[in-house]
């Protein structure tokens, strides 16, 4: 009896100690992301907070350009609108005018000059033009920038950013894992804070307790805007394909050119719809009046934007970027009127349509302003989490040192977490190249110079 009460009493044991060293492998690698991503994360979680408020800020900073200073009488045609922007600026190409449906609103027609975009705004009462907006200068846009690019130009800001946001996901599941509560004493300090306490304990509830409430909300936040990311992205669009789209006039097309090459916005699942060619047999080109009247009968839902054609073989093409249930992308014969492609919501397969939901959500506009405001909440959380996660690396790092958690002499816990990584990596490829870096650091450069720095204190001594 003794004999049997002593081996469970070493088994006991040995579970603790595998849990315990499991549980410092896990920390180990929640310390490294947490000190390389979080300010990234905390840079991301602001720029998304204040780009979820882009239509209020914008109506805003911009309500000169936006709201029309006279709305008495007819509004002028749309042609009309165009001569009068092109009088003012002669040297310019009309890319696209915004349909909508505010009697008070300007036109805004979006105009390339070189290389540069912006916006004019036209009063359709009396022509004036109200202001113009370099579109790279918009506070939104600036924003979005950094929120996508971290303001470096191309696929290195892109990259970081996404490689940011996939070690978010890890670092929720790991930190999720380091605080989930084991009794009913860890309840204090996981799910309610411990306000009584200070120092470490009361910076670790401050950190703790809102990202285990959060953490389902930062999840979805972070898989919401992965689909624009520029290596998962692909993938996903892969993954959630739209089905072959017919085509109402003539043949289905060949075509190299992709929808996201010729419209600024368009419905992330439309991207690559191929944008069929206008057949040129001696037609006028429709003007814009009657390209949006023929729009209009389409039951498009305002507002929406039309590109103008590019060349003698482009079309017009029309798109909404609202509603999730409203998202349309047609393009027209710039000669005819025919509506050569038609692609709808109702026309997404299943995951398409989720992911298309999804985005919405990522940017505030899937249920008004309630969404807009558990976004931001969800973005101020997140800032909080990384604010609190630095003050505690500061009270309990060693002065001189990096203060990481020990390394674990369970070899068998080392691998399984080990493995467990090599998972996230081959679900998110980003993660398995910054896997090899980490993996450098921490074995060769890292022991190399605390090596090095011992040698020195040596000398010292």
């Known amino acids: 009896m003794k004999q049997t009460e002593d081996k469970m009493g070493k088994q006991q044991i040995s579970k603790k100690s595998e849990a315990a060293s499991f549980y410092q492998v896990v920390w180990r690698w929640h310390f490294y992301a947490g000190v390389i991503f979080a300010p990234f994360l905390f840079i991301l979680a602001f720029s998304g907070g204040v780009y979820l408020f882009k239509p209020q800020i914008e109506a805003y900073l911009y309500q000169d350009m936006l709201i029309a200073e006279t709305t008495e009488g007819t509004p002028l045609s749309y042609s009309s609108q165009v001569e009068y922007v092109l009088e003012t600026y002669p040297d310019a190409t009309i890319s696209s005018v915004v349909i909508d449906d505010d009697p008070r609103r300007t036109t805004e027609f979006v105009i390339r000059e070189g290389e540069v975009s912006s916006s004019v705004f036209v009063n359709p009462y009396t022509g004036d033009i109200q202001g113009k907006l370099d579109n790279e200068a918009k506070l939104s846009e600036v924003f979005k920038k950094i929120h996508s690019e971290l303001l470096i130009a191309g696929t290195i800001g892109n990259r970081i950013v996404e490689l940011a946001a996939c070690w978010a996901v890890i670092l929720l599941v790991t930190g999720l894992y380091i605080w989930w509560p084991r009794n009913r004493r860890s309840i204090w300090g996981t799910i309610l804070p411990r306000f009584s306490k200070k120092g470490r304990v009361f910076w670790r509830d401050l950190h703790a307790v809102p990202a285990f409430w959060l953490s389902a909300f930062i999840l979805v936040l972070i898989a919401t805007g992965l689909p624009w990311s520029g290596v998962l992205g692909p993938q996903i669009q892969n993954v959630a394909t739209t089905p072959q789209y017919a085509y109402s006039f003539g043949e289905k097309p060949e075509s190299i050119t992709l929808t996201k090459d010729v419209v600024d916005e368009v419905p992330w699942a439309n991207e690559n719809v191929a944008v069929p060619s ?184």
Request: glycine share 8%; proline share 5%.
């Open 278 to 461: 206008s057949q040129q047999s001696n037609y006028i080109p429709l003007t814009i009046d009657e390209t949006v009247s023929i729009f209009n009968e389409h039951s498009l839902a305002l507002p929406y934007t039309v590109s103008m054609p590019m060349g003698e073989h482009g079309v017009y093409t029309a798109s909404h970027m609202q509603q999730p249930a409203d998202l349309a992308t047609l393009h027209m014969d710039q000669y005819s009127g025919a509506v050569l492609s038609d692609v709808r919501f109702a026309n997404f397969s299943t995951s398409a349509k989720l992911v298309e939901a999804g985005i919405a959500l990522h940017e505030g506009r899937l249920f008004g302003w309630p969404n807009q405001l558990l976004g931001l909440l969800t973005c101020l959380g997140l800032m909080g989490i990384v604010v609190t996660s630095f003050i505690m690396w500061k009270k309990r790092k060693p002065a001189g040192k990096i203060g990481a958690p020990p390394k674990s002499k369970n070899k068998k816990a080392t691998r399984i977490v080990f493995f467990i990584m090599i998972g996230f990596g081959l679900l998110m490829p980003l993660v398995g190249g910054s896997l090899l870096v980490i993996l450098v650091f921490d074995q060769l450069i890292r022991p190399f110079i605390l090596k090095k720095r011992d040698s020195i204190e040596e000398r010292k001594a």
